[in-house]
């Protein structure tokens, strides 16, 4: 498995144009993934921290584009990583908004951490899945469609916290603090 570096992911980043605001956003994502991987792994050996956190960075690498063009940013992020050599970078991006399959009985994947760490970060800044909701929808939910989509994903994301925390030793309300505490340490 090929897993892009810290710093060929910026790279990758540089070279697509992402708006800064969106890298700030990524790198933010970076962090939260960084922390709950760390609470998660001594439960979950099997949690591969440099798969998840190259992803969390990539998450969002088509979404600059995607203003323009209208394209659904985490099906092209997910292909042009593939494209890249990059495949199970690839299929994390591409479940970033919604992730293929959520189990509360089965191991924590890469997948659902990024997906979380996503919905918990509001350009940023860590806030909560309430906080995250709200801007979701005031900003997406325009169409009868997407209300149904964003009301399903919101289900399942808040059944993902469940199932996250179950094995973390501190609430979803600390995790703003707890990373910066991480990232004081980096």
Known sequence: MEIPTRKKCFQIIRNVGMMDHIVDHSIMVGNVTLCLCRQIKPTTPS???ELATAAALLHDITKTRSF?????HSDTGGELLRT???PE???IVRQHVILDCCSEDTPVTEQEIVNYADKRVLHDTVVSLARRLEYIQ????GS???KDQIAVMWKMTRTL???LFRRIPFSPAQLSDRVLMDIRFL
Do not use: I, P, Q, S
């Not at 323009?68 to 659904?72: A, D, I, Q, Y």
């Not at 005031?138 to 939910?141: K, T």
């Open 89 to 91: 970078v690839g299929d």
């Open 144 to 146: 009868y469609h997407l």
């Open 138 to 141: 005031d900003r997406y939910a």
């Open 47 to 49: 949690l591969n921290v």
């Open 161 to 163: 916290e469940k199932k």
């Open 68 to 72: 323009e063009t209208g394209e659904r």
């Open 84 to 86: 890249l050599g990059y």
